[in-house]
């Protein structure tokens, strides 16, 4: 009986001179060193990380909410003019409206040359250019020469972008446009809100104010304002 | 952090017991140990009264053995492979320190670690009482009840309380 109530001491006792070896010390410390190195890059990575989601979060909440106003490049108007003699205008016209990019479009024509205006938004406008140098080049006879001539679209963009994003609507500052440039006008701004293929008409009233005519074939809108101030 | 490996090494031995008695293997109790040296090591520059450093250190060990013993269910679960321990009576084939750990993994925990802590680490009733968060009554309790307990689970799978 007094063996069997022993029996843990005994056991305990043994376990009690265990000693791990000299090396055993070095080699876990070894291991702790490592660990709480990586640990403490984790940490400081997980901060850097912490920090440049607050950077994000304070630049959407600038960008969305805080008002601003910059000038921004939105697209290119390109005017391509071509002797009216030596092709037919309007084969031309309808190739150059299937060119990507070309949202809008009016060609008009003065003094024996045909200019169509085109506004492009989207691809680079050296590739618009080259499609419509093939355009010109399949239209026009080896001796003919054509112009294009490119001007950038720059809008002041105002209020904070989260309006500019939900608003469906546009204003035209056409004080001193001649009617072509009104239509263009409406056409470049449609293109700049994502309506692409719109057309503009503007007429003049007996009354003396303009009557203006926008068709659309294709909307992201559900309604759609837009203002001209004359 | 040459300082910390002062304070550390005059008691690492007790250390080493401690986490592979409350861990039940070698290999475990090295884990645990490791874990809570990794917690100490970041942990040493805050602590003020570096004379504390012994008592200090063996609760970051048993708090450590707590997570890990979560950890290692949680593992266990995820991977279906979780069987509950079901103690099985085992012949005097163990070596006594096999037996031993053995014996401790059935020994309710705050038992287990008043035992180990008053017998493998030489820690007195007041210490441990600090280290669980214990009155020395309540200590006290733990030693003699874990005792006996231990005991009857020795005597089992050694096969001397079978006949």
Known sequence: MNDRKGSEERLLGALADDRPGPEHMADMMSGVRERARAAEMRRRRAGRSAIAAGVAVVAAAVLLVVP???????????VVSWPTALAQSEDIDAALDGIDGVVGRKIGYRDGTAHARMVVIGPPVGEVVAAVREVLADHLPDHATADIARSPIIRRVGGNVLAALTQGSFRVAARGMTDDEIELAIIEELGLIGVRGADAEVTDQPDGSKRIDVRMSDSPYDSLTFEVEL | MPDFEYHLQPIYPEAVRFARALAGSDTDGDDVLQDALVRAWRGYPKLRDKDRFRLWLMKIIGNTYRSWVVRRKLKNWLTLEFVRHVPSPVRGSFESRDLLHRALQDLPAAQREALVLFELTGATIAEIGEVQGASIPAVKSRLVRGRERLRGI??????????
Do not use: N, P, W
């Open chain 1, 68 to 78: 601003m106003s910059y000038d921004v490049e939105v697209g290119d108007r390109l």
């Open chain 2, 154 to 163: 020795i005597e089992q799978l050694d096969g001397g309380g079978a006949g």
